[in-house]
Structure formats: C-alpha cells, structure tokens
C-alpha cells in the first residue's frame, strides 16, 4: 500500500511530525514501513511555463521552436522536440541551472544551430514511472489544466512536494488498504482525531429504482448489493489534484469518472464499478454463478471462458462484469457516456480469488476483497463516488440506492481482563490505560472492574479473539516499553548443551572445508529409504502419502543428498559438495513412534581445486572425502577412538570404501559410489559418506593434556616390507605401534610398490617410525633395541619380511 504523506494529512492532522518520524513510529506500531519515497528528491528549477508562439525549427523537421513565458515578464526560447507541444498550452518547463532526476543538470544550449533555454518536460523527465502517466501524455509533453498560474513551482502543482510511505501490510490488516485505514491507524498512535470527508450533492427528483432493478442469485457470494444511477455525466479528464494523488498511489489516470471509482477506492478500501448505463443491455442486473463455457470479452479486450466458479455481474442474460476483478468491455464507460449505473457491492473474497487465479487478472479491486473489506463502509463508498461523479463529472444523482442485502453485519464484541493482558505481557498496564488505547482506536469499550468489554469496528475484522486484543495493547503501548528482565532460577538458562556445541562445530567445520548445507525431505520412496542405510530396520510408512515418492520414513540421507548432486550437475555446476545433518527414523513396531538417529552425509563430485593461473586441476577422490572425516575426527578429539575397515557396501565401490569403527562399534563409511549408480544419476566420479552423528558427539573423552614442547631430538627409520597382498597395510601398522610402545611417537605409510621385481602375490608397503624420549637424547642403541621387536613382531604376526 502507497501511502501520500500529503493526502493522509487530509484525514489526520500530522503537524510536527516529518514523513520519516510518521514511518517510524507507524513500524514500531507494528504496520511496517518499507521505505519513504521523496518525489521530489534531488530536483529544483521546475516551474510553470505557458508556450506563447510555437513554429517548426528551420533546420530540423521533428524540433520546434518555442517562445515561452515563465511568469517574469520575459519570454525566453526553448527548442522541444515533443509532437503535442503546442501554442497556447501551460507546461513544465525545467529552466536553466534546474536538476532534473539522476543528477541531470539543465544548461543553455544550441539545437541546429538555435538557442534553447531550458527544457519543456514529460512527466517521465520528472520522475514519474511511464505506467503511470495518462495515455494522452505518454509520448509528450505534461500540458496543466489552463487555470494554472505561470511561473509558480510546477513541482507542487503535480504534487511532487510530497513524500509516499509504502507499507508492508500482513495479510490480517486489510483495513490499512484504504487511506481512512491508515488514518485510524495513524490517529491511534499520535492520539489525534480522523476527519472523515462531508459528504453531500444535490439530488434529482427522480428515484434509482425506476431505473433500475437488482436480483442477486448467489446470496453467500454477494450478500450485499448497491446501485446507483448517475445521469448527464459529462466524461473529461479529472481534476489535477484527483490525478497526481492516484499517480502517488500507483493507479494510472484515465478518466475523472473511472478515476473517481479508483480514487474513493484508495480512500475507502471498498472497490467500485462504473457501467455505461445505455450499453447495459437492460435495467436488470442479476448476480450470480457463471454457467460453465460461459465467456466473456473484459475490459483488457480478451475473452474469457468462465465456469461455475466464477461470479458475475450481468444483465440478466449476459454477463458484462467478472465479479470483483474486471468489468466487461460491452458496459464501459466511454467518451460518450451520458448515465452511469455506480457498483458498490459485498463479495466473498475465496469467490473472487479463484476468479481472480484462474484468469491471471491481479487487480487493485480483487486483492481487496481477498483480504476483506468493511460491509459497513460499502453505502458510504457508494455515496462519496455519486458526490465526487456529479462535483467533478456534472453528474445528476438520482434519489436513492436499489439495494439487495442477505445478512447482517455486527461488530465484533470480546471480552478480557486486565490481568490476563498484563501476564500475557509481562507488565503493569493500568485498566485506564488500557481502555486509553481501545479509545484511540476507536474501539467501544466497556470497564467492569478488571474486565474488558471491547466492541471491535466491522473495519478490523482481523480482531476475533481475546488474544488480538492483547496484541492491540502492546503494539500501541509500545513494544519499546515492554520491559526487559532476566531470567531468575538456579541455572542460567539459554546455554547450548554439549551436543548442540559439538554439533555447531561439526557444521562450522564442514562449511570451512567447502561443503554446503543443503537440507533434503524425511519423506522418501520405498525404493530409496533403505539405500546406504547404515542400521537396518523395518520401514516406517505413512499412513495418507502425498505420492509414492513419499510415502516412507528414510534410514538414509545420502540419497537424496545424490538427487541434489544430480539435479545441480544437470544445470551444468559440475563442481558440488553438499552436506546434511538430520535424522533417520528406525522402526520400533507398528503403533510405536520410530527411533530418531542423527547422521551426517555429505556427497561430493567434480573438480575439489582448480587454480586456472597455475594450470593446477585435483578432482575429487577417496582421500578427499577421508581427509575430511579425518579433520572431522581430530575436532572431535577422537583421533585415537577411530578406525577405518576395508569394506564392500551395496551401492558402494567395492574397492574404494571403508567402514568407520568407534572402538568396536560401526558408526560410518566413506567411499566412492559405485559406477554403476554413477551412471544410473549422470553423475562423474562421487565421494559420499555417511556417520553416526550422535555416537561421535556421546562418545566420552578424554580431556585434553597438554605436554612440554620436547627439548631432545627424535630419530626417524624408514622400513620396507614385503607382505601377500591380502595383507592390509592398517593391521601392519597396528602391529608396528603395538610393538613399539611408548617410545614410538608416529608411524606413517610413504610409498606402496606392487611390480616384477617382487614374487606373484606380493607387495611391498614402506612405514616411517618416528621414535622419541622426552626425558633424554636417544642413542642408537637405544632405538635398535625397540626396532628389532617391531622387525620380529611383523614377521611374526603379518609375515613380513624386510625388502633387500
């Protein structure tokens, strides 16, 4: 909703409030106010001109020399190139040293060879949107209404002193759609008074009714009706003022009787619709359902094919409006309109919103009755458009309104306590103070003790409940005012438990790695729930699926982890790396809630450096993803706890995939997909694995030691030994650190030979033993000692022999 800081003032007095102060208090009322826009921001030099001779430019065909007076007594030539611009017209003219919109400064200057002092102006050169600006003005110059005074600050005159406060409205306010809306509003929080517009007009001796009849059918869609009939309308533009309030509300000027139906709409939240009486077809109008194939040509000249869904307005045979959302092109109002019938009617807002979806047409009016008008408001409405139309339109308002309604429209009436308000709030609201801000809201109020009898206006149908009643109060108390306090107790509350600490590193540490979070649905496919499971259970299935793709609890996150991957790939993003941590659900038995198990997957494919200035390229690979669980497990402080298996997974490569072991305990695996599956999702070679969360973050450890920085040297041994290649090189190098004890600090894999110079059947795996004392220096004696037992223990143990 935009809201003119200048046309608001004319409903509640804002003296010794500015528009940014208003768009602050407004948001801290809870409405709010996504920004002030200045329209005149930036410009100065505007004035009033009036062209007094107009000839064609000697020395170019579309520019016209023009000889204007900008008040001062003294004509001055300005060159336009503007097909309208003509003698005798009173015009923006931005004169020399003017800014115009984007810093434009305006100079003296020469066109073919002729002195042009300023320049005439469109509205769009004044910063007015093009959507905006009337037809007739929108390839050439703005010409003003001939009362206009020359020389005075054209600026004001098209209302561009003014600044316009776009409201971000919620759904529930629909009463702030209209400026007598946000005037309450307003009103309520600077403690003023709204001022509604008198209205008043003469009447013709003649009555509506004769005229006119009207039969709704759709009683639950339409209960409330009113025409009235407006004869001798003379159709013209509308008066200045009408037309830049609409231009600051958005709505583009068309013509003062279709803008006075815009302009009372704005004012008063309620849509109207103006029919060409004698294009009509009848003096019946009947409202009801659309027969299904039924069509009708809307005023944007397409033809539209309604069903029984749809509401319409018709002549009692043909429909000549879509209820709420656009009027028929057979009944608009025209140049040569001469009678008006005037719509002012009640519709269910569902109604007009189905209508409103299925023909793509969004309008000022349907988006209204979406949300909600005021029933009470729809006579006034009514009223204020037959003053305007014969003020402005010369129009004969016949006596009295045809009117059908089927339901009564009362207020609201809620009780509450002052207690409840204030335990609600944590505060200390008085009862007086509290009935004060029913008062400002206009709200009829009650006091009986500490009880609250609130009647709610039929324009905030938002408030229901006790609990909207509560909100009122504290919005307009002021949130600022709600007291801050801290908790009181034995333990302070807020802290994250040691899990969620753990967790939150977990995430943080992924992230820095390069990986994403993506998060994936519970819900899978019966295919699907079971894949890379790492528990195996009975599946947990819903009763009433959405679709068979979810209609089952996962045991997995991985894939769909690999669907994401997939669908990234198929838009060409070849470099992925995704993350999840959520639960898996495992089964605990019919009519029994499944068991919640926290896993983190992370799947990864494509290139994991690519450093284009040193040609350096590293796709990913299984030492990629183990490094980061790795790192993973470091954090954790589980270096020691861990162990990784040689494993064979279903869906996994059987040679590129190891098993995650806490102790004895199976809490992951890690590894390449298998090629097949790779194939099956388009995908290039992918990384995934998958562990225990909560056992890695449960498991106790130790706390941390530290040690004195070592002040002796260690001595390193590399050896060699040749193993059958069953032999898996982790079991040699647990073997190797058994037999070392404490004085063997690190034991490392280097270099893995498999070729002709050693027998069929074997491979030679090279260690590095690191031995260290902190207490003295080593001799080498010393470390023989400890190196022979190892030497012993491999041939012992894996049969491993010293290569030669």
């Given at each position: 909703?935009?809201?003119?800081?200048?046309?608001?003032?004319?409903?509640?007095?804002?003296?010794?409030?500015?528009?940014?102060?208003?768009?602050?208090?407004?948001?801290?009322?809870?409405?709010?106010?996504?920004?002030?826009?200045?329209?005149?921001?930036?410009?100065?030099?505007?004035?009033?001109?009036?062209?007094?001779?107009?000839?064609?430019?000697?020395?170019?065909?579309?520019?016209?020399?023009?000889?204007?007076?900008?008040?001062?007594?003294?004509?001055?030539?300005?060159?336009?190139?503007?097909?309208?611009?003509?003698?005798?017209?009173?015009?923006?003219?931005?004169?020399?040293?003017?800014?115009?919109?984007?810093?434009?400064?305006?100079?003296?200057?020469?066109?073919?060879?002729?002195?042009?002092?300023?320049?005439?102006?469109?509205?769009?050169?004044?910063?007015?949107?093009?959507?905006?600006?009337?037809?007739?003005?929108?390839?050439?110059?703005?010409?003003?209404?001939?009362?206009?005074?020359?020389?005075?600050?054209?600026?004001?005159?098209?209302?561009?002193?003014?600044?316009?406060?776009?409201?971000g409205l919620t759904p529930n306010r629909s009463d702030a759609l209209s400026m007598l809306g946000v005037a309450h509003e307003v009103a309520a929080i600077l403690s003023r008074e709204v001022k509604y517009p008198e209205i008043s007009y003469d009447k013709s001796s003649e009555k509506a009714s004769s005229e006119v009849s009207v039969k709704v059918d759709?009683?639950?869609?339409?209960?409330?009706?009113?025409?009235?009939?407006?004869?001798?309308?003379?159709?013209?533009?509308?008066?200045?003022?009408?037309?830049?309030?609409?231009?600051?509300?958005?709505?583009?000027?068309?013509?003062?009787?279709?803008?006075?139906?815009?302009?009372?709409?704005?004012?008063?939240?309620?849509?109207?619709?103006?029919?060409?009486?004698?294009?009509?077809?009848?003096?019946?109008?009947?409202?009801?359902?659309?027969?299904?194939?039924?069509?009708?040509?809307?005023?944007?000249?397409?033809?539209?094919?309604?069903?029984?869904?749809?509401?319409?307005?018709?002549?009692?045979?043909?429909?000549?409006?879509?209820?709420?959302?656009?009027?028929?092109?057979?009944?608009?109002?025209?140049?040569?309109?001469?009678?008006?019938?005037?719509?002012?009617?009640?519709?269910?807002?569902?109604?007009?919103?189905?209508?409103?979806?299925?023909?793509?047409?969004?309008?000022?009016?349907?988006?209204?009755?979406?949300?909600?008008?005021?029933?009470?408001?729809?006579?006034?409405?009514?009223e204020r458009a037959a003053q305007l139309i014969s003020l402005y339109a010369g129009g004969e308002v016949l006596e009295g309104s045809v009117e059908v309604q089927s339901a009564s429209f009362e207020p609201a009436v809620v009780q509450t306590t002052v207690e409840k308000v204030n335990r609600i709030l944590g505060m200390n609201i008085s009862a007086e103070?509290?009935?004060?801000?029913?008062?400002?809201?206009?709200?009829?109020?009650?006091?009986?003790?500490?009880?609250?009898?609130?009647?709610?206006?039929?324009?905030?149908?938002?408030?229901?409940?006790?609990?909207?009643?509560?909100?009122?109060?504290?919005?307009?108390?002021?949130?600022?005012?709600?007291?801050?306090?801290?908790?009181?107790?034995?333990?302070?509350?807020?802290?994250?438990?040691?899990?969620?600490?753990?967790?939150?590193?977990?995430?943080?540490?992924?992230?820095?790695?390069?990986?994403?979070?993506?998060?994936?649905?519970?819900?899978?496919?019966?295919?699907?729930?079971?894949?890379?499971?790492?528990?195996?259970?009975?599946?947990?299935?819903?009763?009433?699926?959405?679709?068979?793709?979810?209609?089952?609890?996962?045991?997995?996150?991985?894939?769909?982890?690999?669907?994401?991957?997939?669908?990234?790939?198929?838009?060409?993003?070849?470099?992925?790396?995704?993350?999840?941590?959520?639960?898996?659900?495992?089964?605990?038995?019919?009519?029994?809630?499944?068991?919640?198990?926290?896993?983190?997957?992370?799947?990864?494919?494509?290139?994991?450096?690519?450093?284009?200035?040193?040609?350096?390229?590293?796709?990913?690979?299984?030492?990629?993803?183990?490094?980061?669980?790795?790192?993973?497990?470091?954090?954790?402080?589980?270096?020691?706890?861990?162990?990784?298996?040689?494993?064979?997974?279903?869906?996994?490569?059987?040679?590129?995939?190891?098993?995650?072991?806490?102790?004895?305990?199976?809490?992951?695996?890690?590894?390449?997909?298998?090629?097949?599956?790779?194939?099956?999702?388009?995908?290039?070679?992918?990384?995934?694995?998958?562990?225990?969360?909560?056992?890695?973050?449960?498991?106790?450890?130790?706390?941390?030691?530290?040690?004195?920085?070592?002040?002796?040297?260690?001595?390193?041994?590399?050896?060699?030994?040749?193993?059958?290649?069953?032999?898996?090189?982790?079991?040699?190098?647990?073997?190797?650190?058994?037999?070392?004890?404490k004085m063997l600090k690190d034991v490392s894999v280097f270099d893995l030979y498999e070729g002709d110079r050693l027998e069929e059947g074997k491979k030679s795996v090279a260690f590095s033993l690191r031995y260290f004392d902190p207490e003295r220096t080593l001799t080498d004696e010393d470390v023989t000692k400890v190196h022979d037992k190892v030497l012993?223990?491999?041939?012992?143990?894996?049969?491993?022999?010293?290569?030669?």
């Amino acid at each position: 909703m935009f809201v003119s800081y200048k046309w608001l003032a004319e409903y509640v007095d804002l003296s010794g409030i500015t528009p940014d102060e208003l768009a602050e208090k407004i948001t801290r009322s809870g409405i709010e106010v996504e920004g002030v826009d200045v329209l005149n921001e930036g410009m100065k030099g505007v004035v009033i001109g009036h062209v007094v001779e107009k000839e064609q430019h000697p020395d170019a065909d579309k520019l016209n020399k023009c000889q204007v007076d900008l008040g001062d007594g003294e004509l001055v030539q300005i060159i336009c190139g503007a097909k309208n611009v003509d003698k005798g017209q009173k015009v923006a003219v931005a004169t020399v040293g003017a800014v115009l919109p984007g810093n434009f400064k305006i100079k003296k200057a020469k066109l073919r060879g002729e002195v042009s002092n300023g320049m005439i102006c469109s509205l769009q050169e004044l910063g007015i949107e093009s959507k905006l600006v009337a037809k007739e003005y929108s390839e050439g110059i703005f010409v003003f209404p001939s009362d206009v005074e020359v020389g005075k600050d054209a600026l004001a005159q098209l209302n561009l002193d003014d600044a316009v406060l776009e409201l971000g409205l919620t759904p529930n306010r629909s009463d702030a759609l209209s400026m007598l809306g946000v005037a309450h509003e307003v009103a309520a929080i600077l403690s003023r008074e709204v001022k509604y517009p008198e209205i008043s007009y003469d009447k013709s001796s003649e009555k509506a009714s004769s005229e006119v009849s009207v039969k709704v059918d759709a009683t639950e869609d339409n209960p409330l009706y009113i025409a009235k009939v407006i004869k001798n309308v003379t159709v013209a533009p509308s008066p200045l003022w009408m037309q830049t309030q609409l231009m600051a509300a958005g709505i583009r000027p068309h013509n003062n009787v279709v803008d006075i139906t815009n302009f009372v709409l704005l004012e008063y939240g309620q849509p109207l619709h103006a029919f060409d009486y004698d294009r009509f077809g009848s003096k019946e109008v009947l409202v009801r359902r659309a027969n299904d194939g039924e069509k009708i040509v809307t005023l944007d000249d397409q033809e539209r094919t309604l069903t029984s869904d749809h509401l319409v307005i018709t002549n009692g045979t043909e429909p000549v409006a879509l209820a709420g959302v656009m009027g028929g092109a057979n009944s608009e109002v025209q140049n040569d309109t001469k009678t008006i019938l005037l719509e002012s009617a009640l519709f269910n807002g569902q109604r007009i919103r189905t209508a409103s979806k299925d023909h793509g047409l969004r309008s000022e009016a349907s988006a209204r009755y979406e949300k909600g008008v005021d029933p009470n408001r729809v006579q006034a409405a009514a009223e204020r458009a037959a003053q305007l139309i014969s003020l402005y339109a010369g129009g004969e308002v016949l006596e009295g309104s045809v009117e059908v309604q089927s339901a009564s429209f009362e207020p609201a009436v809620v009780q509450t306590t002052v207690e409840k308000v204030n335990r609600i709030l944590g505060m200390n609201i008085s009862a007086e103070e509290m009935k004060s801000i029913f008062d400002r809201l206009q709200f009829g109020v009650e006091l009986d003790g500490s009880t609250l009898t609130v009647t709610v206006p039929t324009r905030r149908g938002d408030i229901t409940i006790e609990e909207d009643l509560v909100e009122e109060v504290a919005r307009l108390y002021g949130y600022d005012n709600i007291p801050t306090t801290l908790p009181v107790g034995q333990a302070i509350p807020g802290k994250l438990t040691s899990y969620q600490e753990k967790r939150r590193k977990v995430r943080r540490y992924l992230e820095g790695t390069g990986l994403y979070q993506a998060i994936t649905y519970s819900l899978t496919s019966e295919e699907k729930a079971a894949k890379y499971a790492l528990e195996s259970a009975e599946l947990t299935k819903l009763s009433l699926p959405m679709s068979e793709e979810r209609s089952v609890l996962r045991l997995s996150l991985l894939p769909h982890l690999l669907d994401a991957l997939r669908y990234n790939v198929a838009r060409q993003i070849d470099q992925v790396a995704l993350y999840e941590v959520s639960s898996v659900f495992l089964s605990q038995g019919k009519d029994t809630q499944p068991l919640e198990k926290e896993r983190l997957s992370a799947a990864i494919t494509g290139l994991w450096h690519s450093h284009s200035w040193q040609g350096e390229k590293k796709p990913v690979d299984f030492y990629v993803a183990k490094g980061i669980v790795d790192g993973l497990v470091s954090l954790l402080g589980l270096t020691n706890q861990i162990e990784y298996k040689q494993a064979k997974r279903e869906g996994m490569h059987p040679g590129r995939t190891a098993e995650v072991y806490l102790g004895d305990k199976l809490v992951g695996f890690v590894g390449q997909i298998h090629p097949t599956v790779q194939k099956e999702l388009d995908l290039n070679e992918t990384y995934v694995f998958e562990l225990s969360l909560e056992d890695l973050l449960t498991f106790d450890i130790e706390e941390t030691r530290f040690e004195v920085i070592p002040r002796h040297p260690s001595i390193t041994r590399d050896i060699a030994l040749v193993v059958d290649k069953n032999v898996i090189a982790g079991d040699i190098e647990k073997v190797i650190t058994e037999a070392g004890g404490k004085m063997l600090k690190d034991v490392s894999v280097f270099d893995l030979y498999e070729g002709d110079r050693l027998e069929e059947g074997k491979k030679s795996v090279a260690f590095s033993l690191r031995y260290f004392d902190p207490e003295r220096t080593l001799t080498d004696e010393d470390v023989t000692k400890v190196h022979d037992k190892v030497l012993k223990a491999v041939e012992e143990k894996v049969n491993a022999s010293l290569r030669g």
